[in-house]
């Protein structure tokens, strides 16, 4: 599965899991799965998974003609080889789930890995790969609570999903809503035509924030609130102390006008967000200083924000993977990645140790070690062309 020679972590981090306390193989038994001991059932659990003892970090791969998906785990690069079942053209999670797009249907796919936030830690489980079903229209963006998954479409509206039903097997649509709708504490944030509005998940209107989001096309969930990619710049909506029920909204303009911004790439959870900038830049954005830093990396394929106090990660068309202060804006690393031109649908993805960059082309997946100049970790070969890609288990 991986290039010879390169230090691998997946060896040291199964170890970890195997001897964790979730996962007993170092001693003792382990408890069935779907089976907890009712009196200490881990926060999140559902039925059918298995708690372990650190983030099940799964890779969604899908080839755009269809002829297959693949799910790589990245601890034990075991593969989970399903059905194509279609052509893909975009690829989105919640963190669990990929929703594959294409020919005006999404598919979902259930990685089996994900992580429940409780506290000040979270709660990693895994459970097996599948396919889940199929719902109407193409999914560009999506995230989840513990009741609900909202997904955005293309059309400008948004799916609610039961989560419950989700986690069970079952495509369960609850209604559909008018503009980008993000689950937020306990409630919907919505960025419409008339503006943003907080409302309960019934349908009923907590607050008119006010704040001005013209042609709100995409969304991001962070540690400060939910942000919305707007054309005059993004709107950060936090439930912070101010009125309106609690929630207020930040207006963020682009520093002198400058180009709309793609779709934001992050870290999980992390503040910072990363997007291509207009033809020959990439943004990041500090959510919590209002501020947007352009890099001046030429045409930029893909990019990503990797945290407050990582690099911004740009892939240019000429397949040279960049590095830059996210605060600043200068360059710090560059490494020759992709042979040729990128195609569309190349991305970056990343943690909070790797990030990861498919190469359709070759037919492989690089690890990157952002930390260390952008050392190629591993190089998996994953037996299908990764046109599209999504990691999970954050």
């Known amino acids: 599965m991986t290039t010879p020679a390169i230090r691998s972590r997946a060896a040291t981090a199964f170890t970890t899991v ?24 881990p926060h999140g659990h559902v039925d059918g998974a298995e708690e372990a003892a650190e983030p099940q970090l799964r890779l969604v791969l899908a080839d755009a003609d269809g002829r297959g998906v693949h799910v790589l785990d990245l601890l034990t690069e ?14 989105v999670t919640d963190g669990r789930f990929a929703f594959l797009a294409g020919q005006g249907r999404t598919r ?9 936030a409780h506290g000040d830690h ?65 409630h919907l944030v919505v960025a419409g035509r008339d503006g943003i509005t907080v409302r309960e998940r019934d349908g009923g209107q907590v607050a008119d924030l006010g704040a001005a989001c013209r042609e709100p096309e995409d969304a991001a969930v962070t540690n400060r609130g939910v942000v919305f990619g707007c054309a005059g710049g993004a709107v950060l909506v936090d439930a912070g102390d101010g009125a309106d029920g609690g929630f207020v909204g930040e207006e963020m303009p682009y520093p002198d006008g400058g180009p709309r911004a793609g779709a934001f790439r992050q870290r999980p959870g992390s503040g910072t967000l990363g997007a291509v900038a207009g033809r020959d830049g990439a943004w990041s ?15 930029a394929a893909a990019v990503t924000a990797t945290g407050a106090d990582g690099p911004l990660l740009v892939l240019t068309r000429d397949g040279v993977l960049h590095a830059y202060d996210a605060g600043t804006g200068e360059e710090t690393a560059t490494a020759t990645l992709l042979d040729g031109d990128v195609p569309d649908g190349v991305t970056i993805a990343a943690d909070t140790e790797r990030a990861y960059v498919n190469d359709p082309a070759a037919s ?9 100049e952008l050392r190629v970790a591993r190089t998996f070969d994953v037996g299908v062309t990764p046109s599209r890609f999504v990691e999970t288990g954050r």
């Open 285 to 299: 954005l500090d959510t919590g200083e209002g501020r947007w830093t352009r890099a001046e990396s030429g045409p």
């Open 78 to 91: 075991d593969v989970t080889e399903l059905p194509g079942d279609g052509r893909v053209t975009g690829a």
């Open 122 to 186: 979270h709660h990693y489980y895994r459970t097996r790969a599948g396919r889940v079903g199929t719902l109407d229209g193409t999914v560009t963006g999506a995230w989840s609570d513990s009741e609900v998954t909202a997904l955005a479409r293309d059309d400008g509206t948004t799916v609610l999903l039961d989560r419950e039903k989700l986690d069970a097997g079952e495509v369960g649509e609850r209604e559909t809503v008018d503009g980008v709708a993000v689950p937020y504490e306990q």
């Open 108 to 116: 979902v796919v259930d990685s089996g890995g994900w992580a429940v």
């Open 364 to 372: 492989t997946v690089h690890e990157i070690d952002y930390h260390d």
């Open 18 to 41: 195997l001897c964790g306390l979730a996962v007993t193989a170092c001693g003792g038994n382990a408890e069935p799965a779907g089976q907890p001991d009712s009196s200490a059932v």
